[in-house]
């Protein structure tokens, strides 16, 4: 009885071990699942498959931390104390409008490449990345920084992180909201920057609200707190002490001219973190 009952056992093994099992298990498992890439914005082909994965999975960050905000402000509308922060007594609609450019507008030859065409990220110390101005209006670079210094949204309010105190382009999702809005297809050359610092910011929404509205850094603020207060620790959020200034992790914007466009990058000017914006 005891031989029968190991025979039994040794037969429930193999048949668990079967040739068609193996092949259900196999066909379970899908390469393509891993291997697929999906990205809001087009990605040159310059990226490896590992940067096209951290760069797509910031920019789909980056849709959310819009929807996040542009939700907000649809609920609570002027009631809202961070739209009044940042947007101060102005319409909710100019920033939702930019919002939702953010999330539908048409990409048209938007692209993020990371070949470094104008050489910025070999030669610029620090720089994470860059627009390329008048060199590629509608390209983008993100240099190898960007991967060493970017935290995705399930990041938000650990490691001591606070709206008001941490570097405002410390994600992948409010570092390329900027970098997205710099892009004329999405900005139609109206956002731009009015405002260096969150302290910055809050004075401008108090004086000129419509310009606030405008502004990007003011935009990426407004999403970032939103996001923190609605979605990362809901109803408390992260702010800090809601005076420090911002101070930036990044040092570029915009590339300096290469040897065929000497246009690009000519209008410069340093804010007081030492970041560089050219338009």
């Not at 609609?93 to 919002?99: K, Q, R």
């Amino acid at each position: 009885m005891h031989f029968s009952n190991l025979l039994l056992a040794a037969s429930t093994v193999l048949a668990s071990s079967s040739p068609s099992l193996l092949t259900s298990r196999a066909e379970s498992f899908s390469l393509e699942s891993v291997t697929t890439i999906n990205s809001p914005f087009p990605i040159h082909e310059s990226c490896n498959s590992t940067q096209q994965r951290q760069i797509a999975r910031g920019l789909q960050e980056t849709i959310t931390l819009a929807e996040v905000a542009k939700a907000h402000l649809l609920k609570h509308g002027g009631d809202s104390e961070i739209k009044k922060k940042y947007f101060g007594n102005g319409t909710t609609a100019t920033p939702i409008g930019w919002y939702e450019r953010i999330i539908s507008a048409n990409r048209g030859a938007m692209t993020f490449r990371c070949d470094d065409p104008d050489e910025n990220c070999a030669t610029q110390n620090g720089w994470a990345g860059h627009w390329r101005g008048n060199n590629a209006s509608a390209e983008t670079v993100i240099c190898d920084a960007s991967y060493h210094k970017r935290l995705y949204l399930e990041s938000m309010c650990t490691r001591g992180y606070t709206v008001d105190g941490s570097a405002l382009n410390l994600f992948w999702a409010t570092d390329l909201l900027h970098r997205i809005l710099h892009v004329p297809v999405i900005s139609e050359e109206v956002v731009d920057h009015f405002s260096e610092s969150y302290s910055d910011a809050i004075v401008l929404a108090e004086s000129e609200p419509a310009k606030a509205a405008i502004d990007s850094n003011a935009l990426q603020y407004f999403a970032v707190e939103v996001y923190a207060y609605d979605v990362a620790v809901p109803g408390e959020g992260c702010l800090g002490d809601g005076t420090t200034i911002s101070r930036s992790s990044s040092t570029s914007q915009a590339a300096t001219p290469s040897a065929t466009s000497s246009a690009a990058g000519t209008d410069c000017h340093t804010h007081s973190d030492g970041s560089v914006h050219c338009v």
